[in-house]
């Protein structure tokens, strides 16, 4: 079992920025990949970034440029810098973990982008 919790959203201005965090606990050695993930009202959860053990980082074409997903293997958290923020960025961020055979979800942070 892995546990993932999620924290750092809120209200910010267009242009601003935010630093989300994912931190996560339990079976911590069998998570190969961490991720972020987002779902606006009225739209399917969209992938946003990830990455993977080794380092290895991906983004959703929406983000890149903006956002940079990193992870502190010392404190087992993985964070998402988000830059240049946009409205079209307003929503629930949830972190998600890849283990052998299971995914794991957090209970998601809103993020709301609002002049």
């Known amino acids: 079992q892995v546990q993932l919790v999620e924290s750092g959203g809120g209200l910010v201005q267009p242009g601003g920025s935010l630093r989300l965090s994912c931190a996560a606990s339990?079976?911590?050695?069998?998570?190969?990949?961490m991720g972020w993930y987002r779902q606006a009202p009225g739209k399917q959860r969209e992938f946003v970034a990830v990455?993977?053990?080794?380092?290895?980082?991906r983004y959703a074409d929406s983000v890149k440029g903006r956002f940079t997903i990193s992870g502190d293997n010392a404190k087992n958290t993985v964070y998402l810098q988000m830059n240049s923020l946009k409205p079209e960025d307003t929503a629930v961020y949830y972190c998600?973990?890849?283990?052998?055979?299971?995914?794991?979800w957090g209970q998601g942070t809103q993020v709301t982008v609002s002049s």
């Open positions: 339990g079976s911590i050695f069998s998570i190969y990949v």
């Open positions: 998600n973990a890849g283990v052998a055979g299971n995914t794991y």
């Open positions: 990455i993977n053990r080794g380092g290895s980082t």
